[in-house]
């Protein structure tokens, strides 16, 4: 059930609507939009009856819910979410842009790649210090003293910290360290730890799984908001196909996909989209014309001795290069995302 508040809606006839459905045993999320509030109920093991909201003062409508997802969609939201991560932001006026290694792997190492991305303007840094990688025997990250290594980071240079956690407990350390939980693609739809981000007061950035359908990734989404935390970002990073000239396929596709069914804000990952250093940056500006809301772009200073993925890491230089060129895209295309 959707009910969708009159524009002239008081504060006192919202709070009256939720106390309703509270009582019911059901869960309120109250979405204020720009010219009305909409409230979504979720946690109703059946339909509900609209009659019993509809009379209600200040209410517009009581709309059934037929789709499978209630909380992720522009029924509830039609204007776009901006995810706000302190005074940065995703999904705003200016194009997000994250990035960092992707492992933290010394303080001299995260600190000379940090120096570039704060001298280019960008927001966010990333870098794991928890690693799901394919084989046990591959460097598995620095653990925590890789997250105070992130945490120092952001004391020296001011840039938002995107780590990923890999479980529960990865959760709790990242709210200690980080400002934005990374959920992989391995972990799309480990759905307690997607409970536990969804009790976060963090924002999540939620990956694509490897072989997620739309429907799927999007209740992955929805899994998180129904817990309470509306601050999530989609990230596509390629799916696994038959092709071999690439590590994943970056499905672009999904960019104007997503658009059309939500609200939330979605981001493009060319560094696993593709896995090769050659192919990011073409991708990055395909991405970006495609109408992405920010770029994850995995960056090193000596990607030829990088301790995971070196094969996809641009140089500082090439990163330089890559940012100019995105923010020249985004300029020509900036009023395609404006309502
Ligand atoms: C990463 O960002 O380094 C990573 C492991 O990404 P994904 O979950 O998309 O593979
Ligand atoms: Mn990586």
Known sequence: MLIVMKADATEREIDD????????????HAM??????????????????????ENLPGVAEAIRVTKPYKL???????????????????????????AGPCAIESRAQAFAIAETVRRSGVRFFRGGAYKPRTSPYAFQGLGEEGLKILADVREAYGLKIVTEALDEAGVDMVERYGDMIQLGARNMQNFSLLKRAGRSHLPVLLKRGLSATLDEWLLAAEYVMAEGNYNVVLCERGIRTFAQHTRNTLDLAAIPAVRRISHLPVIVDPSHGTGKNYMVTPLARAGVAVGADGLIVEVHDQPERALSDGAQALTLDQ????VNEVRAIYEVIAPAHVG
């Open 17 to 28: 609507v939720l106390s309703v459905i509270n009582e019911l045993g059901f869960r309120a």
């Open 319 to 322: 990163y330089e290069a890559l």
């Open 72 to 98: 992720i969609t522009l029924d509830l939201r039609p204007e776009k979410t901006v995810v706000r991560v302190g005074d940065a932001a995703i999904g705003g006026e200016e194009l997000a842009i994250i």
């Open 32 to 53: 204020p939009g720009a010219n009305r509030t909409a409230i979504g109920i979720t946690g109703n093991p059946g339909s509900i009856d609209p009659t019993r909201f």
